[in-house]
């Protein structure tokens, strides 16, 4: 079965200061892998996804992700963050073998940025 | 092109009490789900739905129904409700396949007395 755990429940950080969301996944298989955001009272919307190729990828508002294998974990990361990017973020893996087009989403990683 | 809806977006109820929550989306979606959040537990599936007229249960089915008579609505029913299913409900659509994009309404905020 697959897991995914989000390593900090809550990142408190300054505007226009890097931050890093952590997440690690365990599978036995391929996965694809996403990142979703819920702005507060929002439902949540895709920032960015890992199928294959490149594992760097970009998303959008400026965040990007790194898949590694070997350590079986795929990293939030935007250089400088802004107030507006107060939210939740969750990690979310799907694998290529069990069942259907069916998530399995971390706890949630609370990103609170102040002035 | 509303995307996925979802109604009510709160309800109260007594334990015990029925209801149905219905999800609609406007995108020719084939799948549609059912997740709860809840504080420091992320989102869980409860059931999903991989075209008309069929459906599977996910993670945390006890208790919920879901029936999908229509390819672009889903139901989601709670017989005889209880205060463990206070919690903010989720419908979501993907066109096929893992490697698509799930889109999510707005939410349901339930609290059941």
């Known amino acids: 079965a697959q897991s995914v755990t989000q390593l900090d429940s809550q990142v408190p950080v300054f505007e226009e200061a890097p931050v890093e969301l952590r997440c690690n996944y365990s599978s036995s298989v391929s996965v694809y892998l996403f990142w979703y955001v819920q702005y507060p009272n929002q439902g949540l919307q895709l920032l960015l996804k890992y199928l294959s190729g490149s594992t760097l990828v970009k998303g959008i508002n400026g965040f990007e992700a790194e898949f590694n294998k070997s350590q079986t974990s795929f990293h939030l990361r935007k250089p400088s963050v802004h107030i507006s990017d107060t939210a939740e973020y969750f990690c979310a893996v799907s694998d290529l073998l069990t069942g259907y087009s069916t998530l399995t989403f971390g706890k949630g990683t609370m990103l609170l940025v102040s002035p | 092109n509303a995307g996925v809806t979802q109604t009510p977006k709160f309800r109260v109820l007594k334990t015990g009490q029925s209801m149905t929550l219905l999800c609609a989306q406007d995108m020719n979606h084939e799948y549609m789900y059912w997740y709860r959040q809840d504080p420091g537990m992320g989102l869980r599936l409860i059931h999903y739905?991989?075209?008309?007229?069929?459906?599977a249960k996910g993670e945390v089915p006890d208790g919920y129904n879901v029936s999908r008579l229509k390819k672009q609505n889903f139901l989601l029913g709670l017989e005889s409700a209880a205060p463990s299913q206070t919690s903010v409900y989720f419908c979501?659509?993907?066109?096929?396949?893992?490697?698509?994009?799930?889109?999510f309404g707005p939410g349901t905020r339930l609290t059941v007395l």
């Open positions: 739905s991989v075209g008309e007229g069929t459906t």
């Open positions: 979501a659509s993907t066109k096929q396949g893992r490697e698509d994009t799930q889109y």
